[in-house]
């Protein structure tokens, strides 16, 4: 066992958690939640995507919400970028750090970003390039890391191919990403295993989603190995409009009591985060999808 003592969490809410809604979420609301997650000690949010609006409309306001947010010293704020169109538009918003996202399936990255992973790689090389030059952190996706919607396995192979292509153009730390929430934990270790070949620990994160109700153990089987970098959702949001069923990230809030239960400093406030989940549940008019989030707002009723 290898555990850290910090855990860095990004809070992928405001993107990944809010590009599924079908209902529009305007970009006050959208700011709002942003705010009140740096509120509650969150040092990284990834806002938004700059993708084309005609593939996910929920992202359209994307220089809306950039300019709206009040920043904090000391927090990163990310955006998604799939080419360089994206990318340019995404510069005037000043993001600290980008995203890159590919698939470790061929199928799930024709679907996502209509293109093969060996095209993906020729229209992510200049992004990392301008964004490197330009001081902008580059950070990686591999989506389908665990399985995929479309080819069903995916083999720990498929992840340090596609590992080895991310680090080979110039991108700085890589996320490990279960899109679809199949991924048990020894899978998750043999994929971080296949990561590390070119990747070092320190440069990888876990991206769990819960589809399966195995995300919690599989951010465990993750910090086990020594990753202390995670994406979570607040109020557990999210999902890929372009894999079917699956579900939300796993949710900050649990993740947050996980750590802090194990000892691990995270700087976040749960209580607070717990109000920025129900903020945004409220507006979306469900309960929060966290089991910590919702023990906790039952022992303020009581
Ligand atoms: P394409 O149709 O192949 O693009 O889409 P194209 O270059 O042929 O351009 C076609 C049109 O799109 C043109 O407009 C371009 O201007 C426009 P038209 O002339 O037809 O009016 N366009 C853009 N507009 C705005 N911003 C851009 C942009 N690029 C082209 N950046 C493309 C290729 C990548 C753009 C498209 O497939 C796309 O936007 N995909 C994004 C899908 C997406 O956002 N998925 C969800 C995020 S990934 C995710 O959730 C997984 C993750 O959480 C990790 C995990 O869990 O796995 C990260
Ligand atoms: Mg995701």
Not at 48 to 74: C, H, Y
Not at 185 to 206: C, E, M, W, Y
Not at 230 to 257: H, I, M, Q
Request: hydrophobic fraction near 45%; charge should be neutral.
């Amino acid at each position: 066992m290898n555990l850290p003592t910090r855990v860095k969490l990004v809070d992928v809410g405001p993107r990944d958690g809010l590009q599924n809604e079908k209902l529009p979420v305007p970009a006050a609301v959208k700011i709002e939640l942003v705010h009140r997650l740096q509120a509650a000690g969150l040092k990284e949010i990834e806002v938004t995507s700059f993708v084309s609006p005609k593939w996910v409309p929920q992202m359209a306001d994307n220089a809306e919400v950039m300019a709206g947010i009040a920043r904090l010293p000391g927090v990163r704020y990310s955006v998604l970028t799939p080419n360089l169109q994206g990318f340019q538009a995404a510069l005037l918003s000043k993001p600290d750090e980008i995203v890159v996202f590919g698939a470790a399936s061929e199928a799930f990255s024709q679907k996502n970003i209509n293109c093969s992973i060996a095209e993906s790689m020729d229209r992510f090389a200049p992004v990392v390039e301008a964004a490197r030059a330009a001081g902008i952190y580059v950070r990686g996706a591999m989506s389908c890391a665990l399985g995929c919607p479309y080819q069903g396995e995916v083999s720990p192979d498929s992840v340090s191919y596609l590992a080895a292509l991310m680090k080979g153009i110039g991108v700085q730390h890589i996320g490990v990403a279960d899109t679809i929430g199949v991924g048990t934990p020894l899978k998750v270790q043999r994929a971080i295993q296949a990561t590390l070949k070119h990747f070092d620990i320190n440069d990888i994160s876990g991206h769990f989603h819960d589809t399966y109700g195995q995300a919690l153990a599989n951010t465990l089987a993750a910090l086990q190995m020594g990753v202390w970098q995670f994406d979570t959702s607040v109020a557990g949001l999210g999902g890929c409009p372009y894999a079917k069923g699956a579900t939300g990230n796993v949710a900050t809030e649990d993740v947050v009591y996980l750590l802090h239960g194990m000892g691990i400093e995270t700087g976040i406030d749960l209580e607070k985060l717990v109000d920025a989940g129900q903020f945004i549940s409220d507006f979306l008019q469900r309960k929060p999808n966290s089991r910590a989030a919702t023990a906790l707002l039952n022992t303020r009723v009581s």
